[in-house]
């Protein structure tokens, strides 16, 4: 586990148990666990084949609870008399279970969402319409058929709040609300000057896309009062950018936005909610450092500066301590999907190829090799190197100085062929028998060094490093991890079992896109420095297959995955754990009459382990509905096959 630096990024819901197996405790550690090998394996026996995503929302449901538990605290001991509500924001992962699932887990506290364009207003309005009186901000580009939308949600009794965020907005929300007769309530996204460095920091600063700066801002409060509608202005907000690693950071912008705040008020608007945007960051490498892959302050120091800043300036100004709202996505959802796939293949090694094929550096007599070397050698050139090559292999003696001589030359015939190849004057097969010399003088040398106890030259000692080799594995970055590729952002990538066995291969993983960026060969350093080029995984076994899976992928992957090179998106299951603890042994017995994968067993049709139920599956796309999405329609496209196989068959090029 700590070769993976699983404690750090991982605790308290992944870990590894003395078996190897890493396994998941979703409702933090005093919760059920459940091996990921034995939930994938029993999936696997029900049909469900990996690459699978697996959906925890227990994990969400605590992340939550964690904020909300981070911000009472925070209210308590600064004694703030106002109170927090998150909102979730839409656009992390607009998921229906997960979507439904933070509602439900989030009534009690009235946890709201966040919204930014008319497909997710729709959305929300639908999902929020059984929660009256909950909090839905609306962000993002709007026009008037957004507006109504809003204003119609108010009606609904859902608190819809319109944030403005371009002057023009106003025109439009005003007309609106003349219109449908319903007074909006209003907030003003603020473009702050305090500015954020990693990755997501060009949402912040003065020449951010979206916000109004302080002109704009006091034209606006002047604009409302002259409608008599100052009053309807009551939440300001802002966002400085997702992932910020630096607390100093959300300091700063919280003295820059809390003064603005009380300013808003001191000119007469109503300010109810202050609304400080997403930004809250998670622990990619598990390192607590400065890296853009991780971050240095916890959940409760992001709490304490956020009420602290607003409290000051509440006591300052003497102003009422508003609803502290957050849209924090990446925080609570990371967490909770894992996206499981396989390895297929390892491309065969060159020792590998050479057994298959039957050639061997290693010859029974000098008199085979001369006949092999005559054999491949198809040109005066060619036919010289090879002797001369061959001089060098026969002549290699017990001593310092020749093996390191017969090195040196060895190397030196096989640039030489390379440069003859390149002009022309070298067949293949020459050049390839050059390869086998070269191999064949290398393991001679070491043969030799070995009985007579000889040093070996530098080039040929044993490489003490694990053994390098590219995975391929069963998944499209593009699809289901898109930030490694657009962003070079590093996820957690583990392997789900043989973790008791010491890991050989410095592994790099190609995916199956045929694209030469489909690949991952950036890994989470353990010191939180720069990162790993090389990921440290098991030989392959030639019958057991080796799974991995990708960690904190639960916000934003999916909705910024494409279907590059049409791979479409994966089966992904819900697991949730049951109220109950329940045994799998307990009288149940899977279709076999054995408990699934060593975990779970099927019940009603269900899958179901000790403390956990697998609740929803949402099949995969399959390749005709990815076709249908380029408008191919899978009918015609089997008609056009089906015609051109029977005219193959009729001219006699296919057999009937
Ligand atoms: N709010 C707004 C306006 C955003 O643009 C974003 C995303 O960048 C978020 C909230 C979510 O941010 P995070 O995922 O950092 O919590």
């Known amino acids: 586990a700590k070769l993976y630096n699983l404690p750090g990024w991982g605790t308290p819901y992944f870990s590894v148990k003395q078996d190897g197996q890493l396994v998941v405790t979703p409702q933090g550690e005093e919760g059920p666990s459940i091996s990921l090998h034995a939930l994938v394996q029993s999936l696997q026996q029900k049909g469900l084949h990996t690459p699978v995503l697996l959906r925890f929302p227990d994990i969400v449901a605590d992340r939550m609870e964690q904020l909300q538990g981070c911000f009472q605290t925070a209210v308590n001991r600064f004694e703030y008399q ?53 909090n839905m901000i609306c962000n993002g580009y709007k026009d008037a058929e957004y507006m109504e939308l809003v204003l119609q949600s108010r009606q609904l009794g859902i608190n819809a709040v319109v944030v403005l965020e371009q002057y023009q907005e106003l025109d439009i929300v005003l007309e609106v609300s003349r219109r449908l007769g319903v007074r909006p309530v209003l907030g003003i996204r603020a473009k702050l000057t305090t500015k954020h460095s990693g990755h997501w920091g060009s949402t912040s600063g003065d020449r951010a896309k979206f916000g109004l700066r302080p002109r704009e801002i006091v034209n606006l409060v002047d604009e409302l009062a002259c409608h008599g509608m100052l009053d309807c202005l009551k939440l300001l907000h802002f966002h400085i950018g997702s992932q910020v690693t630096n607390i100093r950071i959300i300091k700063e912008a919280m003295r820059e936005a809390s003064f603005l705040f009380a300013e808003l008020v001191l000119m007469g608007a109503d300010m109810k909610f202050v609304d400080v945007g997403g930004g809250l960051g998670i622990d990619y490498d598990g390192t607590f450092s400065d890296s853009v892959h991780s971050l240095s302050y916890t959940m409760q120091n992001y709490a304490n500066d956020v009420v602290a800043a607003m409290q000051e300036v509440c006591i300052q100004r003497a102003i009422e301590p508003p609803t502290i709202i957050s849209e924090s996505g990446r925080a609570l959802a990371s967490h909770h999907a894992v996206m499981v796939f396989d390895v297929v293949s390892r491309p065969a090694a060159v020792s590998e190829v050479d057994e298959a094929a039957g050639v061997s550096v290693e010859f029974s007599s000098a008199k085979a090799l001369t006949q092999q070397l005559r054999r491949a050698a198809k ?77 070996l030259p530098e080039a040929l000692q044993p490489d003490t490093r694990p053994h390098s080799a590219t995975y391929h594995v069963n998944l499209s970055i593009f699809r289901s991890a898109p930030d490694t590729w657009a962003i070079n952002q590093v996820f957690p990538v583990v392997p789900i079992h043989r ?33 790993a080029p090389v990921l440290p995984l098991h030989e392959l076994h030639p019958t057991q297959p080796y ?60 899958l179901c382990g000790e403390g956990f139920v697998v609740d929803h599956i ?32 009729m001219d006699g090029s296919l057999g009937a």
């Not at 190397?411 to 022309?424: D, H, I, N, P, S």
């Not at 489909?518 to 010191?527: M, Q, V």
């Open 547 to 606: 799974l991995l899976a990708m960690f904190l992928t639960g916000v934003y992957q999916e909705v910024m995955g494409s279907a590059h090179n049409m791979f479409g998106a994966t089966h992904a299951v819900h697991v949730r754990a049951t109220p109950k603890k329940r045994s799998p042994t307990e009288g149940r017995k899977s279709q076999s009459g054995e408990p699934a994968g060593g975990g779970l067993v099927e019940e009603g049709g269900q």
């Open 82 to 134: 106002g109170k927090f509500q998150g909102v979730f924001p839409v656009k992390c992962n607009p998921d229906r279970e997960l979507i439904t699932s933070i509602l439900q887990c989030g009534q009690k506290f009235g946890f709201g969402l966040e919204v930014g364009s008319k497909a997710e207003l729709l959305m929300a309005m639908s999902l929020l319409a059984k929660y009256p009186g909950t």
């Open 379 to 455: 040109s005066g050139k060619g036919h010289f190197l090879l002797m001369t090559f061959k001089e060098v292999y026969e002549g290699i003696e017990p001593d310092v100085s020749s093996l390191s001589e017969a090195y040196n030359d060895a190397v030196y015939f096989k640039e030489e062929a390379l440069r003859a190849f390149k002009l022309g004057v070298l067949s293949l097969e020459e050049r390839a028998q050059v390869d086998i010399l070269f191999d064949a003088t290398c393991q001679r040398i070491l043969d030799v060094a070995a009985a007579a106890l000889l040093p």
């Open 618 to 649: 949402v099949a995969g796309e399959t390749i005709e509905e990815v076709l249908s999405r380029a408008q191919h329609q899978g009918s015609h496209m089997y008609r056009a096959i089906r015609n051109a196989a029977a005219s193959a068959v």
């Open 499 to 531: 973790l008791d066995e010491e890991p050989t291969v410095a592994a790099t993983l190609a995916d199956l896109t045929c694209d030469s960026d489909g690949k991952l060969d950036k890994f989470i350093a353990r010191d939180g420095e720069d990162p």
